[in-house]
């Protein structure tokens, strides 16, 4: 294939982006990833509880997790999790 330039040693994804026309093929995304929605709560419940599993989902500060339970649902907690992250463990 002719290219300008001089490009045929770039990748399709770059040629597609510097040609401004799509990509032959596209490449399906090598890892999926997951993210954390709370669609509902107990607001009556045990606060402490629902800090502390904000915190172990947040792996933040206590008060950004303290944060999250003024929080409406449904919202997202965390996105862009591995599927080991995602699932809870008891």
Do not use: Y
Request: glycine share 2%.
């Amino acid at each position: 294939m002719d290219t300008p330039r001089g490009s045929s040693w770039l990748d399709t994804e770059t040629k597609a982006v510097l040609q401004q026309v799509p990509p032959q093929k596209l490449a399906p995304a090598i890892t999926e990833t997951f993210s954390v929605v709370v669609l509902s709560f107990d607001s009556h419940g045990d606060h402490t509880r629902h800090v502390r599993a904000f915190d172990r989902v947040l792996r933040t500060s206590f008060t950004d997790a303290e944060l999250q339970t003024r929080r409406k649902p449904p919202f997202v907690v965390k996105r862009e999790l591995t599927a080991a992250d995602a699932i809870p463990l008891n």
